[in-house]
Nanobody, 129 residues
Framework: QVQLVQSGGGLVQSGDSLRLSCAAS????????MGWFRQAPGKEREFVAA????????TYADSVKGRFTISRDKAKNTVYLQMNSLKSDDTAVYYC??????????????????????WGQGARVTVSS
Protein backbone atom coordinates (compact mmCIF):
# COMPACT_ATOMS: atom_id res chain seq x y z
CA GLN A 1 0.00 0.00 0.00
CA VAL A 2 1.34 3.40 -0.98
CA GLN A 3 1.57 5.77 1.96
CA LEU A 4 2.86 9.30 2.39
CA VAL A 5 3.55 9.77 6.09
CA GLN A 6 4.08 13.34 7.24
CA SER A 7 5.85 14.71 10.28
CA GLY A 8 7.28 17.96 11.57
CA GLY A 9 4.20 20.06 12.19
CA GLY A 10 3.65 21.96 15.37
CA LEU A 11 3.10 25.27 17.11
CA VAL A 12 5.66 28.00 16.49
CA GLN A 13 5.97 31.73 16.92
CA SER A 14 5.89 34.25 14.11
CA GLY A 15 9.34 34.50 12.55
CA ASP A 16 10.33 30.97 13.51
CA SER A 17 11.26 28.12 11.20
CA LEU A 18 9.85 24.66 10.78
CA ARG A 19 10.70 21.69 8.59
CA LEU A 20 8.05 19.31 7.34
CA SER A 21 8.91 15.81 6.17
CA CYS A 22 6.95 13.44 3.98
CA ALA A 23 8.22 9.88 3.81
CA ALA A 24 6.79 7.62 1.15
CA SER A 25 6.45 3.87 1.48
CA UNK A 26 5.07 1.11 -0.69
CA UNK A 27 6.67 2.55 -3.82
CA UNK A 28 9.84 4.34 -4.82
CA UNK A 29 9.09 7.87 -6.01
CA UNK A 30 12.59 8.79 -7.13
CA UNK A 31 11.33 9.36 -10.68
CA UNK A 32 8.17 11.24 -9.71
CA UNK A 33 7.51 14.91 -9.22
CA MET A 34 6.39 15.92 -5.72
CA GLY A 35 4.53 18.82 -4.23
CA TRP A 36 3.12 20.52 -1.14
CA PHE A 37 -0.31 22.02 -0.57
CA ARG A 38 -1.95 23.63 2.44
CA GLN A 39 -5.43 24.33 3.67
CA ALA A 40 -6.14 27.06 6.19
CA PRO A 41 -9.30 27.10 8.31
CA GLY A 42 -12.26 28.16 6.22
CA LYS A 43 -10.22 28.28 3.01
CA GLU A 44 -9.71 26.05 0.00
CA ARG A 45 -6.64 23.90 -0.46
CA GLU A 46 -3.90 25.88 -2.17
CA PHE A 47 -0.65 25.07 -3.91
CA VAL A 48 2.56 25.74 -2.00
CA ALA A 49 5.51 24.22 -3.85
CA ALA A 50 6.55 21.53 -6.30
CA UNK A 51 9.82 19.87 -7.25
CA UNK A 52 10.96 17.98 -10.32
CA UNK A 53 11.83 14.31 -10.28
CA UNK A 54 15.51 15.17 -10.49
CA UNK A 55 15.20 17.69 -7.68
CA UNK A 56 16.86 20.40 -9.76
CA UNK A 57 13.75 22.44 -10.60
CA UNK A 58 11.25 23.95 -8.18
CA THR A 59 8.31 26.31 -8.24
CA TYR A 60 6.50 28.12 -5.44
CA ALA A 61 3.33 30.00 -4.73
CA ASP A 62 3.90 33.75 -4.60
CA SER A 63 2.85 33.79 -0.96
CA VAL A 64 5.81 31.62 0.10
CA LYS A 65 8.55 32.56 -2.38
CA GLY A 66 11.76 33.44 -0.62
CA ARG A 67 10.63 31.87 2.64
CA PHE A 68 9.87 28.21 1.86
CA THR A 69 12.15 25.66 0.22
CA ILE A 70 11.10 22.30 -1.15
CA SER A 71 13.72 19.57 -1.41
CA ARG A 72 13.93 15.82 -1.66
CA ASP A 73 16.12 12.92 -0.66
CA LYS A 74 15.68 10.15 -3.19
CA ALA A 75 17.60 7.64 -1.08
CA LYS A 76 15.13 8.20 1.75
CA ASN A 77 12.10 8.44 -0.56
CA THR A 78 11.29 11.67 1.25
CA VAL A 79 10.30 15.20 0.34
CA TYR A 80 10.78 18.16 2.68
CA LEU A 81 9.38 21.64 3.09
CA GLN A 82 11.64 24.04 4.94
CA MET A 83 9.58 26.97 6.18
CA ASN A 84 11.35 30.11 7.36
CA SER A 85 10.08 33.47 8.57
CA LEU A 86 6.72 31.96 9.34
CA LYS A 87 3.70 34.23 9.54
CA SER A 88 0.29 33.77 11.08
CA ASP A 89 -1.08 33.49 7.54
CA ASP A 90 0.95 30.30 7.15
CA THR A 91 -1.25 28.57 9.72
CA ALA A 92 -2.79 25.61 7.94
CA VAL A 93 -2.78 21.88 7.52
CA TYR A 94 0.02 21.04 5.08
CA TYR A 95 -0.24 18.11 2.70
CA CYS A 96 2.45 16.49 0.63
CA UNK A 97 1.38 14.99 -2.66
CA UNK A 98 2.73 13.06 -5.64
CA UNK A 99 1.33 13.11 -9.18
CA UNK A 100 1.16 10.16 -11.52
CA UNK A 101 4.46 9.19 -13.09
CA UNK A 102 3.13 10.34 -16.47
CA UNK A 103 3.04 13.91 -15.17
CA UNK A 104 6.82 13.98 -15.55
CA UNK A 105 6.31 14.20 -19.31
CA UNK A 106 4.54 17.54 -18.97
CA UNK A 107 6.63 20.61 -19.67
CA UNK A 108 5.62 22.40 -16.46
CA UNK A 109 5.62 21.31 -12.85
CA UNK A 110 2.21 20.43 -11.41
CA UNK A 111 0.46 23.38 -9.78
CA UNK A 112 -3.12 22.17 -9.88
CA UNK A 113 -4.24 19.71 -7.22
CA UNK A 114 -6.00 17.69 -9.90
CA UNK A 115 -2.62 16.64 -11.29
CA UNK A 116 -1.76 14.79 -8.07
CA UNK A 117 -2.78 11.23 -7.31
CA UNK A 118 -1.20 10.40 -3.92
CA TRP A 119 -1.69 12.50 -0.80
CA GLY A 120 -0.34 12.55 2.72
CA GLN A 121 -2.69 12.81 5.67
CA GLY A 122 -1.61 16.30 6.60
CA ALA A 123 0.51 18.02 9.23
CA ARG A 124 -0.87 20.91 11.21
CA VAL A 125 1.22 24.07 11.42
CA THR A 126 0.12 26.81 13.77
CA VAL A 127 1.97 30.12 13.83
CA SER A 128 1.23 32.36 16.78
CA SER A 129 2.05 36.03 17.23
Amino acid sequence: QVQLVQSGGGLVQSGDSLRLSCAASGRTFANYRMGWFRQAPGKEREFVAAISASGTTTTYADSVKGRFTISRDKAKNTVYLQMNSLKSDDTAVYYCAVPAWSDSWSASLPIAAARYTYWGQGARVTVSS
